[in-house]
């Protein structure tokens, strides 16, 4: 059985374990960390699946902003290779996007694979004029807008302080 808790419950070595093995001890490369470099996870919208006490999938969320709007960052979104294809990773996004609905339904961006994430309301539609410091794929840079905030066409997705 596992158990959904915040991510700052689980154990951060044991966080950052899943996340090489999910990735590869190479992601602080990737241009998703550059994003996040220097910010926190937001608490009430980053958890982690234990089984025995042991995170076994996570999910984390940071504040960015593009231009003067902010957005959340979802990612990453990780399940251990042992564990995938069981439901994990659907179940946590399913645990943000309800905690989000709470406070307003933020706007999202995130790297990802839209033929998956795209059943979250994640597309590639309103991205397109938008860039991200580092080398990324256009098709894999995702949106969620469902509250329809205001957000702009084109700029640099950069770190924010908070949402």
Known sequence: MTEMVPLHVAPPAAIEALLDAAFGQDRHQK???RLRSGSQPIEKLSFALLQD???????????????????LLVGPVAVHPDRQNEGHGSRLM??????????????????????????????AA??????????????????RNPAGHALPAT?????ADAL
């Not at 006490?53 to 003067?68: D, E, K, N, R, Y």
């Not at 307003?104 to 979250?120: K, L, S």
């Not at 700029?155 to 770190?159: A, D, K, S, V, Y």
């Open 94 to 123: 399913t645990q943000m996007l309800s905690k989000a609905q709470e406070i307003g339904d933020p706007p999202m961006v995130m790297i990802g694979d839209a033929e998956y994430y795209g059943r979250f309301g994640f597309s």
């Open 53 to 71: 006490q042991q995170p076994i999938a996570c999910i984390q969320c940071w504040a960015v902003g593009i231009g003067p709007a902010r957005l």
């Open 31 to 33: 241009t998703a960390y």
């Open 126 to 143: 309103a991205t397109a004029g938008w860039e991200m410091p580092g080398p990324w794929e256009r098709h894999r840079l995702l949106a």
């Open 155 to 159: 700029g640099m997705l950069e770190r």
